[in-house]
């Protein structure tokens, strides 16, 4: 089945330890979406791709990072998660072009940091 | 600025209806979609109105009226495995999605 596919689940880092969540889709979308969740909060849309052009929104701190080294896979990377890093990091990825633009979404990358 | 409003939380009754609104204030709007989310897990999609009116998929449905900058999403019959939060996002003029934070449904039996 085609899919967006996040790894790992559950990922533990210490303060100020770098960290890379990863996410990779076999639904050849153009845009591929990082997005932090905190619990009962919305989605905050950190980063987009759509194909290689990279829009990272303003307010996204300069922690957050991320590669696209080619359609299916997309990083993050958190170069040194602090406490209030701790969220649920959702990829997602959409067509980009026709249709309603719908985006599907991974299971989730639950960072704890310690 | 931008905004999407829905209630916080909300309550109701194993086989019954319940109507989740949602009101949105945009830059421009290329549809609107619900989403249900289970504790811990990802967004899944529900449905996607562009036009005024209804749309009706088993279960729910989800209605839009763009004038009133206004949607609701209606489950019917509903069961314990609906207790969930519900999102709400619009898409803007630049095929960005913006959120609301969410409605918490707790189904009772």
């Known amino acids: 089945d085609a899919m967006v596919i996040q790894n790992p689940r559950y990922q533990v880092t210490q303060f100020g330890k770098p960290v890379t969540l990863s996410c990779s889709q076999t639904l050849n979308h153009n845009v591929m979406y990082w997005y932090q969740q905190k619990s009962s909060q919305a989605p905050k849309l950190l980063f987009h791709y759509y194909d290689k052009d990279f829009n990272n929104e303003a307010d996204t701190p300069d922690n957050f990072q991320s590669r696209r080294p080619n359609t299916s896979f997309c990083f993050l990377d958190i170069r040194s998660p602090g406490l209030g890093d701790a969220a649920m990091y959702l990829c997602?990825?959409?067509?980009?072009?026709?249709?309603?633009?719908?985006?599907?979404f991974g299971p989730g990358t639950r960072l704890t940091v310690t | 600025g931008q905004n999407i409003d829905q209630p916080t939380e909300m309550t109701a009754t194993e086989g019954a209806i319940v109507q989740i609104n949602c009101t949105y204030q945009t830059s421009g709007f290329n549809g609107l979609f619900w989403y249900q989310q289970h504790a811990g897990e990802a967004p899944t999609f529900l449905s996607y109105n562009v036009l005024d009116g209804l749309e009706e998929k088993g279960r729910f449905s989800s209605f839009l009226s763009r004038s009133k900058g206004y949607s609701y999403l209606l489950l019917k019959e509903l069961q314990m495995k609906d207790s969930a939060s519900y999102l709400c996002?619009?898409?803007?003029?630049?095929?960005?999605?913006?959120w609301g934070a969410g409605t918490k449904l707790i189904i009772k039996p």
């Open positions: 996002a619009v898409m803007d003029s630049n095929y960005q999605l913006i």
């Open positions: 997602a990825t959409s067509t980009g072009t026709g249709g309603s633009h719908e985006q599907y």
